[in-house]
């Protein structure tokens, strides 16, 4: 019955920018983090950018000053904002909202193509 609905995957030139949105929808349940992960074929997931419940927010090194991540706690979305994006940064995007560490509810993921 919880659905996560991602948007805003695209194709994109190096130096673009680009923004997710995520919403969850359907649960009774407080989401206390939210956050964006990013896959390449090949390797493992990783973590890219998280936000807590009161605004508390994670970045990996490597989108550090680049990507910005912002929620709306009472809507239940959380958007990413991606800019200055490099071909490194082409990836399956997903996005989480988590209960506690765990119960988590995970979008299908969107795909962030970044190349001339």
């Known amino acids: 019955q919880v659905q996560v609905v991602e948007s805003g995957g695209g194709l994109v030139q190096p130096g673009g920018s680009l923004r997710l949105s995520c919403l969850v929808s359907g649960t009774p349940y407080s989401i206390y983090l939210r956050g964006w992960f990013r896959q390449v074929p090949g390797q493992r997931r990783e973590l890219v950018a998280t936000?807590?419940?009161?605004?508390?927010?994670n970045y990996a090194d490597s989108v550090k000053g680049r990507f910005f991540i912002v929620a709306d706690n009472a809507k239940n979305t959380v958007t990413l904002q991606m800019n200055s994006l490099k071909p490194e940064d082409t990836a399956v995007y997903y996005c989480?909202?988590?209960?506690?560490?765990?119960?988590?509810?995970w979008g299908d993921g969107t795909q962030v193509i970044v190349s001339a």
């Open positions: 989480r909202q988590s209960v506690d560490h765990s119960h988590h509810f």
């Open positions: 936000i807590t419940s009161g605004g508390t927010t």
